[in-house]
């Protein structure tokens, strides 16, 4: 005759084990559950993030620093760093004191 295979069902979480890990991603902090927006990373992007730098440093006609730029350009300080790194291959910035100024 076949023997009849047994198999072990995992037991079912206790009300209490699911009640504090219920308990514990409420209690989260709200930074961490902030929503981060994503940057498409390609050369398209990168030149039009690139151009939104150069007019924002452009009209300031002054050095100013990553976060002024991105307040100035409306984008975000991710965008700036990636039109800033366009920039600074094509050698178009300088840095000095931590602030960025047109070549």
Do not use: R
Not at 12 to 30: G, H, I, L, R, Y
Not at 68 to 84: N, R, V
């Amino acid at each position: 005759m076949a023997e009849k295979k047994t198999t072990k069902k995992a037991a079912a979480p206790k009300a209490e084990e699911v009640k504090k890990a219920t308990v514990k991603k409420a209690a989260a902090p709200k930074a961490a559950a902030a929503k981060k927006a994503t940057i498409a990373v390609n050369v398209e992007n990168a030149g039009f993030k690139a151009g939104d730098v150069y007019q924002a440093l452009a009209a300031a006609e002054k050095a100013l620093t990553v976060k002024e730029i991105a307040k100035a350009a409306k984008i975000s300080e991710e965008e700036t760093l990636l039109g800033l790194g366009w920039l600074f291959k094509e050698g178009k910035l300088v840095a000095a004191d931590e602030k960025i100024t047109l070549a």
